[in-house]
């Protein structure tokens, strides 16, 4: 509903709708997966030819997009709880996590605690189709958003159980941004004013950050109050990435530009 009037200061997507089937066997195949559990593979979607039908428009619809990698999510959530079973979590949080016991071997749990940060945001970018198919299965997160969809439509006077359509329920393909998760906030606006600002992730402490608070908390009042006149939306939490631009030197303490995720 927003994505064109902050379509210059997000990041750019594809959209597409699913089908009632095709929800149903994202449902079925994270239900079949949940009684192994494990890393996912394409095993777990062979038997759903409405899965692999998906696995190639997403294939088709990524190269509409500027990034080699991308971010899948639905209209609703993403599947972010699934980069948990990623084949590749457990050397990007070991990685991360040797770096910061370097760094700072005082703090063990806060470096626990930011590696798995790091490695539960960089284990959402998909190569793939597949890759994306992958993170919906395994999902917890989305079922309840599927359950919803599936109950809103056959709940209508026309459903015919033995037609297929299109529901106005999208899969989103967004262009991957590698950034700083330190750098990941929440603005709050009530009355198109905006109220309050917090970390994305609550629970870890970025030490570099305490001595540019006061520079983060002007620039984001600043850029989320021009931002407010732009969105339908007098009340919402607004989900910011300060991203360095590429005219900027890196080792400014604080980044210049903004991307937002999204908006609720």
Not at 95 to 113: A, C, G, R, V
Not at 193 to 221: G, S, V
Request: aromatic fraction near 12%; proline fraction near 3%.
């Amino acid at each position: 509903k927003y994505y064109d009037s902050i379509k210059d200061l997000t990041f750019q997507s594809v959209f597409s709708s699913l089908s009632l089937n095709t929800i149903r066997e994202i449902k079925k195949a994270h239900e079949e997966w949940k009684e192994n559990n494990g890393t996912p593979t394409i095993e777990n979607i062979k038997g759903y030819p409405l899965l692999l039908e998906l696995m190639d428009k997403i294939e088709n619809l990524k190269g509409d997009i500027r990034t080699n990698n991308f971010f899948i999510r639905l209209s609703t959530r993403s599947a972010k709880d699934a980069a948990l079973y990623s084949k590749n979590f457990n050397d990007v949080y070991n990685s991360t996590y040797e770096k910061l016991k370097q760094i700072d071997p005082e703090n063990d749990s806060n470096n626990k605690l930011i590696s798995l940060y790091e490695a539960s945001t960089e284990c959402l970018s998909c190569e793939s189709g597949l890759d994306a198919l992958l993170l919906l299965i395994s999902s917890d997160r989305i079922q309840g958003d599927l359950t919803v969809i599936i109950n809103e439509y056959e709940s209508k006077n026309n459903y015919n159980p033995e037609v297929d359509i299109d529901t106005d329920f999208n899969i989103i393909i967004r262009e991957w941004g590698t950034f700083e998760v330190k750098y990941e906030f929440r603005a709050f606006v009530y009355n198109k004013k905006i109220t309050a600002i917090t970390q994305y992730n609550e629970y870890c402490y970025f030490k570099t950050l305490e001595p540019i608070k006061d520079q983060i908390k002007d620039f984001m009042i600043e850029e989320t109050n021009k931002l407010i006149s732009n969105i339908p939306f007098d009340n919402a939490v607004v989900d910011i990435i300060l991203v360095y631009t590429d005219e900027q030197d890196k080792s400014d303490s604080v980044p210049s530009g903004y991307k937002i995720c999204e908006i609720n």
